[in-house]
């Protein structure tokens, strides 16, 4: 109908502005100082992480406004991106200079009784799938296979998040199909794909990276889109999709992820 494509366009422009704002004022303030915003890239060039948190408060704005949802469920997709944020960002943090990767790597050293960042991450993102599937969801394996998708489209971005602009790039383009589709899928895809948009430049250009941060909330966001189009076949599909691919990447590269 008109008026939810009217309506997916303002939940795109919602994303797109609190991203960009979000982006610009970061890089002039840097809260707490470079050495918190700054990282080496693969190239060794020096970038910042400000479009991460920018990404994150995007996504969870353009999601809290997507039009066809319940408010309930607008609050759940928003709060899954944040968390999803939280998680990364602690990990971009806490984890700096840690080459530990991977599942195996993390529980190994659970295993031997040391508690990582990225152990933590897997966690936080996780449990906040899982309490947004809660809510996204009413019955019990609808609401576990919701959890799977949204912390493992989280998992697929961070994955693709290896080069300037290539997550960026993974988002816009997983979230095509989304866009294309009607109902409530459409403004909530919206958000994740039109915060990437805006920043995908600075990325590509190496000025800002998402890291973490960015990657789990673009990822979450797309992942709640794909629990608003689908049913429990459907959620099952994506399911078995994104497990297998963070189990192969986890066999081929256990320093990954």
């Given at each position: ?124 993102i996780g449990a906040a799938g899982l309490a947004a599937g809660m809510v996204l969801e009413e019955r019990p394996l609808d609401r576990a296979l919701a959890a799977v998708v949204i912390a ?36 909530v895809c919206a958000a994740p794909v039109a915060a990437a948009a805006v920043l995908a430049a600075d990325d590509i250009g190496e000025r800002t990276m998402l890291g973490d941060t960015g ?43």
């Amino acid at each position: 109908m008109p008026w939810r494509a009217a309506g997916a366009r303002r939940g795109a422009g919602t994303a797109a502005l609190v991203a960009r704002g979000a982006y610009e004022a970061l890089r002039r303030t840097r809260p707490g100082g470079r050495a918190v915003w700054e990282r080496k890239n693969h190239a060794g060039r020096t970038v910042d992480l400000c479009s991460g948190p920018a990404a994150a408060l995007g996504t969870a704005a353009g999601i809290g406004t997507a039009p066809g949802l319940p408010a309930r469920h607008r609050a759940a997709g928003s709060l899954a991106v944040l968390a999803a944020a939280a998680c990364g960002a602690y990990d971009d943090v806490a984890g700096a200079g840690d080459p530990r990767r991977g599942f195996r790597a993390h529980l190994g050293a659970l295993r031997r009784g040391e508690v990582t960042s990225g152990t933590v991450k897997l966690a936080g993102i996780g449990a906040a799938g899982l309490a947004a599937g809660m809510v996204l969801e009413e019955r019990p394996l609808d609401r576990a296979l919701a959890a799977v998708v949204i912390a493992g489209s989280a998992h697929l971005v961070n994955l693709l998040d290896v080069r300037p602009g290539r997550a960026a790039a993974a988002v816009i383009a997983l979230g095509a199909g989304g866009l294309l589709r009607g109902g409530a899928a459409r403004g909530v895809c919206a958000a994740p794909v039109a915060a990437a948009a805006v920043l995908a430049a600075d990325d590509i250009g190496e000025r800002t990276m998402l890291g973490d941060t960015g990657a789990h909330a673009l990822g979450a966001g797309l992942g709640v889109a794909v629990v608003a189009a689908n049913g429990r076949a459907g959620l099952a599909f994506h399911a078995a999709v994104l497990t297998a691919v963070a189990l192969v990447a986890d066999a081929r590269n256990p320093q990954s992820g």
